[in-house]
């Protein structure tokens, strides 16, 4: 008989514990915003807006191409240690220049069919980036764009690039394998220099 009711008891706090979340807004059950901007080339740049997590998602959307930065002028430089992983909405037609530069804490990428172009630097020295699937849309990779990510071990380059620009890939000294398609007619200088590990 006290068990029966010790069954009862429990299954009206889980009630009462459904009911209350429940009630509760969808956005505190989510991840907070922490920063947010503009990054888009065009006009004021509100082309595209980018917000970043209190779990370190970085989430870039919006239509048309990304502005280009220096070394350390992206709008979220600051909380660069802070970004653990970067979501590029379909819309997105450009990773602009130094974009995720020595975003050492970075580890994952989501790079949409929308994407035709990465720009020059733009993961340079993301140490814990691990692996990147680069889309069929892309046609443009540019110079030292994956330089010193020391954690990428594979990389498919996809069809329609015909240029590996030069040290896109060097010091990536986890990098096993790459795949290269019959469309690249060139390869740069020192595109895969140091590349210590690689054997396909």
């Excluded at 209190?54 to 240690?81: C, F, K, N, Q």
């Excluded at 994407?115 to 889309?135: D, E, H, Q, W």
């Excluded at 060097?170 to 469309?183: A, E, F």
Aim: charge should be negative; charged fraction near 10%; proline fraction near 3%.
């Amino acid at each position: 008989m006290r068990g029966n009711e010790d069954e009862k008891t429990y299954i009206q706090f889980c009630a009462r514990g459904l009911m209350i979340a429940s009630l509760l807004p969808a956005t505190a059950l989510a991840a907070d915003i922490v920063d947010r901007g503009t990054c888009g080339a065009e006009g004021n740049g509100s082309n595209l807006t980018w917000t970043l997590d209190s779990e370190g998602v970085l989430t870039i959307s919006g239509s048309g191409g990304m502005h280009g930065y220096g070394s350390s002028d992206a709008p979220w430089y600051g909380s660069r240690s802070r970004v653990k992983s970067a979501v590029i909405a379909e819309g997105v037609t450009s990773i602009g220049e130094s974009a995720f530069e020595n975003c050492g804490s970075l580890t994952s990428v989501t790079i949409p069919n929308s994407v035709t172009s990465i720009g020059r630097y733009a993961f340079y020295y993301c140490t814990s980036l691990t692996s990147v699937t680069i889309p069929d849309s892309v046609t443009s990779i540019g110079w030292l764009a994956f330089n010193g990510c020391t954690s990428l071990t594979s990389v498919t380059i996809p069809d329609g690039v015909t240029i590996i620009n030069d040290a896109v890939f060097n010091g990536c000294t986890s990098l096993t394998s790459v795949t290269i398609p019959d469309s690249v007619t060139s390869i740069g200088g020192s595109a895969f220099y140091n590349c210590t590990s690689l054997t396909d």
